[in-house]
């Protein structure tokens, strides 16, 4: 049986509306009115084997945060729904993935405790609006709805969109592995029985 959740949320701000499979085979229908994003975000399911669709209206003549951030929301959200009580789960995935000059390091944790860290180079190069704090603010967005810690390191790069793409991928990858199924788990991996 497939592990998948469907959400909605509407405020003020934003309307969207998501479908995720976890067990999926990559396929991505993504718009949000943010292309980079949505490029990003087709990346993560493509490597992750996510089954994703994501449509997403916002306040974009504002600016993206608001959009970026409550697109995190509800894919943390869905995850956790789509994980239910993460029996059987591998719990951790990790993955170092080389794009051309960049180099991004993700771990994962799919512990039900959520906390980001994200360690980058300063300055930040800056090539279109979508920026590394936008990104940021995805990446907290979906940790905290997820209950996943999550760590990422964007080691080094020339190149702000193979940086930020090396992510997205590297959390697909990791994501995989963390959600993937474990006949040897019996109940939640976790000594203390409950995560």
């Given at each position: ?7 909605e949320r ?7 509306r998501?479908?995720?499979?976890i067990d999926?085979d ?6 949000t009115?943010i292309?980079f994003f949505d490029?990003?975000?087709?990346l993560m399911?493509v ?6 669709t ?9 600016d993206?945060h608001?959009?970026?951030?409550d ?10 729904q ?5 029996k059987?789960?591998?719990r951790y995935?990790?993955?170092?993935i ?9 771990a994962?944790?799919?512990s ?6 994200v360690?980058?180079p300063?300055?930040?190069p800056?090539?279109n609006?979508?920026d590394l704090?936008l990104?940021k603010?995805?990446?907290?967005a ?14 080094y ?10 992510v997205?991928k ?7 592995q963390a959600a993937?199924l474990d006949?040897?788990?019996?109940g939640?991996p976790s000594?203390?029985?409950a995560?």
């Open positions: 049986m497939k592990r998948v959740a469907e959400l509407k405020t003020k701000e934003t309307q969207i998501a479908c995720l499979c999926g990559g396929r991505c229908e993504v718009t009115g292309g490029h990003m975000l087709t399911c490597h992750g084997r996510l089954d994703l994501v449509t997403a209206e916002g306040d974009i003549q504002v993206y608001h959009t970026v951030e697109v995190g929301l509800v894919l943390g959200q869905a995850l956790s789509a994980l239910g009580e993460r059987g789960i591998c995935g990790y993955a170092v080389p794009m051309d000059d960049a180099l991004a390091k993700v994962v944790d799919l039900n405790r959520p906390y980001l860290y360690r980058a300063s300055p930040m800056r090539q609006d979508f704090s990104a603010e995805f990446l907290r979906l940790a905290y709805k997820a209950g996943m810690n999550l760590h990422v390191e964007i080691a790069g020339d190149n702000w969109h193979h940086m930020i793409e090396a997205f590297g959390l697909g990858r990791a994501l995989r993937g006949e040897g788990v019996v939640v000594s203390k029985g995560l």
